[in-house]
């Protein structure tokens, strides 16, 4: 079954950290590029971070530069995003996804178009 599977989300304070993981099955993993996006209600969905499928090439929003760090690691099928120093308006669904064409950086500026598969979110809430 062809499936993308978040999970490491949770309740953290400020300055806290959460790793996330997103695991794929049912394709060929290797071969796709991995983004990570956040929803917030009333807001776009935007993208976070992505990595691409073989050299490693690495894609940071903003707001993620200097904080948070994605990782993959074909043998188990697993992309991370490792998340520090969060904030409160890190607050939200994250949702990984995957794309065969496009570039990491056009993958992550424009998550409403073309992902070829997405998963169902892990929320991140950061509060005191």
């Known amino acids: 079954q062809l499936q993308l599977v978040e999970s490491g989300g949770g309740l953290v304070q400020p300055g806290g950290s959460l790793r996330l993981s997103c695991a794929a099955s049912?394709?060929?993993?290797?071969?796709?590029?991995i983004g990570w996006f956040r929803q917030v209600p009333g807001k776009e969905r935007e993208g976070v971070s992505c990595?691409?499928?073989?050299?490693?090439?690495?894609y940071y929003a903003d707001s993620a530069k200097g904080r948070f760090t994605i990782s993959r690691d074909n043998d188990k099928n697993t992309v991370y995003l490792q998340m520090n120093s969060l904030k409160p308006e890190d607050t939200g669904v994250y949702y990984c996804?995957?794309?065969?064409?496009?570039?990491?950086?056009?993958?992550?500026?424009?998550?409403?178009?073309?992902?070829?598969?997405w998963g169902k979110g892990t929320l991140v809430t950061v509060s005191s």
């Open positions: 049912g394709f060929s993993f290797a071969y796709y590029a």
């Open positions: 996804a995957a794309d065969q064409r496009r570039p990491v950086q056009a993958m992550c500026l424009s998550p409403d178009y073309g992902m070829d598969y």
């Open positions: 990595i691409s499928d073989t050299d490693g090439t690495t």
